[in-house]
């Protein structure tokens, strides 16, 4: 009977630790994360849809914008998952690098920025956890995160380009390389 007290005990404790979990986020990392969207939404209302639109087929052009610059704006503006919607402005060739580059974005932008993965908190926040019983500044960390993550997510894209190069070339597949001129 012991041992079925203690695993009873044991298993009640999980959840209470989730739930002590929870009502600490309620009063912390969701009301940021809740105005940060605001503001976003704000941003993006303010400049308009069409300029955000046209900021996209812009930056499409060049691979540095097409997997630095543009994933960085989508998640910080759009945030995880609509992010990837910027894709459709983006040639056919384009879209599987930008896929990868944008994907890999909203997990290392996460520490400064929680609006853009909201979902995944959890992942930077056992890291900060574990950085703070060191003394250590997690937003140290986060920038440094950051920084590394939009050179890492540009050569990511930038492969992922002779990639589908190489597949469309096995294939027998040809995927245009030009941006259509009608927004969608």
């Known amino acids: 009977m012991k041992y079925i007290t203690g695993f009873a005990e044991g298993f009640m404790n999980l959840f209470q630790t989730g739930a002590d979990s929870f009502i600490d986020w309620m009063g ?12 976003m939404n704000t941003i993006i209302a303010m400049l308009g849809e069409e300029r955000v639109t046209k900021l996209a087929k ?7 914008t097409r997997y630095m610059v543009l994933p960085f704006i989508s998640a910080f503006m759009l945030g995880n998952p609509m992010s990837f919607t910027m894709a ?11 896929y990868a580059s944008q994907a890999q974005f909203c997990h290392t932008s996460n520490g400064v ?7 995944e908190l959890f992942v930077w926040m056992g890291i900060a956890q574990g950085i703070e019983k060191l003394g250590l500044n997690t937003m140290d960390l ?22 589908t190069a190489f597949v469309c070339k096995q294939q027998g597949i040809t995927l245009s390389k030009k941006a259509s001129s009608v927004v969608e």
């Not at 920025?113 to 979902?119: D, E, M």
């Not at 995160?145 to 930038?158: K, P, Q, T």
């Open 28 to 39: 912390s990392i969701v009301p940021l994360v809740l105005m940060l969207l605001v503001a």
């Open 142 to 163: 986060a920038v440094r995160y950051l920084l590394v993550g939009l050179v890492r997510n540009f050569i990511g894209g930038w492969i992922t380009d002779y990639t």
């Open 88 to 98: 459709r402005f983006l040639p056919e060739f384009y879209k599987p690098s930008y």
């Open 58 to 64: 812009i930056s499409s052009k060049n691979v540095v």
């Open 113 to 119: 920025f929680p609006h853009i993965n909201p979902g």
